[in-house]
């Protein structure tokens, strides 16, 4: 009887082991997979530029200077962010870099392949506003520095972060280099009905040496107009191949609506009104009022020279640099409507805040001046922007300037190639091209 207990006993803490062994061995494979699920989920994500909050301001960030204001360089070399606190309060920032896919999801390189050095830095190079009536505290960074270097070509996203390790805003910027031509020239569309409205770009990549290895798969096309990310196309497969030049001559997948000019006005020197302004008032603030502006949708073309929705912070009030002696103004925005739109949304559009659509520069009605209205604070200097609608939350860019095929636009070109030697996509060459020279 007691041998036969002790064989029940033992019967039973063997199926006890096992069911130990088994809930074990099921956690750490649901662990795995929620690592390797976590992992995919992270690669597939697409990573977006984080605004910045209302108290920073005038965020410059550019290369050299044959790319006007757009975040763009060759490998080595200076790629400079500037922006202010309006806080004035010297407070700390630190920057962090990452590097990614041509389609700006993670890609699988390690810091140290892409970066020498250390990042996640505080920025050391700061200024306080001088004679200005409002205080801010303008932050510097050059990359490379004598902290940190870039390795490799391609996408990367520069973050800024608070002591807290919160994240304050982001921008996207490109490294590449110079081993393949591109030619590109703008066209006008062969269908008629859009003759009049859009424009084609037509392009051509050659390496500098060798040859491009299956060029189907591993060659990756953005076109951007006028260096804005909302604007660009992607997806574009090489239609030819001529020896080791492949060409892209397509008609429809290329084409942009040509758009319109955009407005424009200088605040350098806040004493006296200058083109486009009607007033200037000093107050607590400097305060800057435009001219009414009324919509174009169905208005003749009239050339007009701008910056592409650009903007340059100058000043002439005093010498120095204007990075820190340049002041703010409160300048106010008005749209002519004798109707309000319905459900529809304006907004003031630009490179002033990385041309986003948020609550600070969106328009609101004024029936009594049967007028659009919008305030936005302003550092001097030379400013473009246009009208811009969001209906039924789809995003019309020319729902309010109208489109034309004769507007001068500028188109960015990037050419990325994954080679099968390196885990990352790299940026092979570049080509820029403008819609002033509009071929038929």
Request: one cysteine or more; aromatic letters at 18%.
């Amino acid at each position: 009887m007691f041998n036969v207990f002790i064989i029940i006993c033992e019967f039973g803490q063997n199926n006890m082991n096992n069911y130990i062994y088994l809930t074990l061995r099921n956690k750490i494979i649901f662990f795995y997979l929620m690592v390797l699920l976590n992992s995919f989920l992270t690669r597939a994500q697409t990573v977006f530029e984080y605004a910045p909050p209302i108290h920073i301001k005038s965020v410059q960030f550019f290369g050299s200077n044959k790319y006007g204001s757009f975040p763009i360089v060759e490998l080595g070399e200076k790629i400079t962010l500037i922006f202010d606190d309006l806080r004035g309060e010297e407070t700390d920032f630190y920057y962090k870099i990452k590097h990614f896919n041509f389609d700006w999801t993670p890609s699988s390189l390690f810091q140290n392949e892409f970066i020498e050095g250390l990042d996640n830095l505080r920025i050391e190079n700061y200024r306080t506003s001088f004679n200005t009536l409002q205080n801010y505290t303008n932050y510097r960074l050059e990359i490379p520095n004598e902290n940190i270097e870039l390795k490799v070509s391609g996408n990367y996203l520069l973050e800024i972060y608070n002591v807290y390790d919160e994240l304050v805003f982001s921008r996207k910027f490109c490294v590449y280099e110079n081993i393949s031509n591109v030619q590109a020239s703008v066209f006008r569309p062969q269908n008629m009905n859009i003759y009049n409205t859009h424009q084609s770009i037509h392009f051509a990549v050659t390496p500098q040496q060798g040859a491009l290895i299956n060029p189907q798969e591993n060659v990756f096309i953005r076109l951007l107009q006028n260096w804005q990310w909302d604007s660009e196309i992607i997806g574009l497969k090489p239609q030819y191949f001529s020896g080791k030049t492949i060409e892209y001559r397509y008609e429809l997948p290329s084409q942009f609506e040509g758009g319109n000019e955009y407005y424009f006005f200088d605040t350098k020197d806040l004493r006296i009104t200058s083109p486009n302004i009607s007033y200037i008032n000093k107050a607590d603030l400097y305060e800057t009022f435009l001219n009414v502006n009324t919509p174009r949708f169905n208005q003749e073309y009239i050339f007009n020279q701008d910056i592409n929705g650009g903007f340059e912070i100058r000043n002439v009030m005093r010498p120095g640099d204007p990075n820190h002696e340049a002041d703010y103004s409160y300048v106010y925005f008005s749209l002519a409507t004798n109707y309000k739109l319905n459900d529809d949304e304006i907004y003031i559009y630009g490179g002033f805040n990385n041309f986003n659509l948020d609550d600070y520069n969106r328009m609101y009605y004024n029936p009594s001046l049967e007028i659009y209205e919008g305030v936005l604070l302003l550092k001097q200097g030379f400013y473009n922007y246009k009208y811009v609608l969001k209906k039924n939350g789809k995003f019309y860019k020319n729902g309010i300037s109208g489109t034309h095929a004769l507007t001068e636009n500028e188109y960015l070109i990037l050419v990325y190639y994954r080679n099968v030697a390196y885990q990352y996509d790299s940026i092979i060459g570049i080509g820029n091209t403008s819609s002033f020279n509009l071929r038929n």
